[in-house]
């Protein structure tokens, strides 16, 4: 086949996954969560088995295990939020003050009045009022469908767990005889990579929550255990959730506080926490198996969230990394495994003709130059 129709049926291919996966988004994000999930507590299962349970006994437990963990996640999370409610009268005069303060700034560096900021600030509370009144029902959707994905969750799972031979013999069975060896490299390569990523990334909700939270609960930050919890998870979505993580804990800090600096104490011990975590412990819990670039990373976050919304976020970086690693060991989507991934050459292939072939020898090279683990057990 002529390399222009090959391309052209990949780009149609690509086309029509798309459509599929936007058409049954609401079929597909359970499934996916379910997979990594399972994925997960297969060590939790095995202990279980190698202990003389029976199948079904040693699924029913690890996913009690992970019910058992999630519930302890919401009670706190409960807790801290029963504690903000609680403070909402205080809450409620710090924001005043800080309006009145904001106020006079504007009023004595602009020619708007006091009483003209207050009826500007009326009037676009109209319009946000009128806008949510007009979202409720699009809101009522959302949690009735986050209600749905909860349901299904546990009971993908256990199918996924307790028909995973039966799937695994579906893949095989795809592929010719001689391919066996490397189906099989490559689904042990995906193990690997999934079971270091989310312990990773469960290991990393821990102690971002016990540092952020113990930090500024000492420094005198009120509700500073919500900040550290809410930081810790929005963490995870790449790049965006940092970022709203920082928002999220100004506001909370603004409004339990009537002073300014507390923010800024705030913004420099988050600054420092996701400094630490970034280039000290992160890298050495997950290591380095699979790099994904930034541009790869945000472009999928965003279509991730456009897709799926929030759990959309959350699945980009695990399903780009497996697609990695599909791409990588496939001849034919060997350039789109280059695409997503971090293996930068130094010279640029135009001048550097060696730069431009895909054998394993340039691969190896890049990887080195990257410092970029091979993702075997």
Known sequence: MPITAKRALEVMGLFFLGWIIVLGRDILSPLLMAFFISIMLLPVYRFFRNKGLSD????????????????????????????????????????????????????????????????????????????????LGGVAGSVTGTL???????????????????????????FPEEKHEKVEETLR?????????????????????????????????????????????LNLIPYVGALLGNVIGVLLTLASSSELWPIVTVLGVIAAVQFLDNN????????????????????????????AGISG???????????????????????????????????????EPAMRDDSEETREHLERKNKIDPAHE
Do not use: C
């Open 56 to 135: 079904i006994l040693s699924i029913v437990i690890s996913l009690l295990a992970l019910i058992i963990v999630f519930g302890l996640v919401i009670w706190f999370f409960s807790m801290q939020i029963g504690s903000l409610i609680s403070d909402f009268p205080l809450i409620k005069k710090n924001v005043m003050n800080h309006l009145g303060t904001l106020s006079s700034w504007v009023e004595g560096k602009t020619p708007y009045s006091t009483a003209e900021q207050l009826n500007f600030i009326k009037e676009q509370s109209s319009k946000l009022l009128d806008y949510a009144s007009s979202m």
């Open 148 to 174: 749905i994905f909860i349901a299904l969750l546990p009971i993908y799972i256990f199918l996924i767990m307790f028909y995973k031979n039966l799937l695994l013999r579906f893949v095989f069975l795809w």
């Open 189 to 233: 390569e995906m193990q690997v990579i999934i079971k270091s990523y989310l312990f990773g990334l469960l290991i990393q909700v821990t102690y971002m929550t016990i540092l952020l939270g113990g930090i500024l609960l000492i420094i005198g930050i009120k509700h500073a255990l919500l900040i550290g919890l809410i930081f810790a998870f």
């Open 280 to 307: 000290i412990l992160m890298p050495r819990i997950v290591g380095s198996k699979v790099k994904i670039n930034a541009l790869a990373t945000i472009v999928g976050v965003i279509v991730g969230g456009e897709i």
């Open 313 to 351: 976020m959350f699945l980009s970086l695990p399903i780009i990394a497996l697609l990695k690693v599909v791409f990588d060991r496939t001849d034919d989507f060997k350039q789109w495994g280059v695409l997503f991934g971090d293996e930068k050459p130094e010279r640029s292939p135009m001048t």
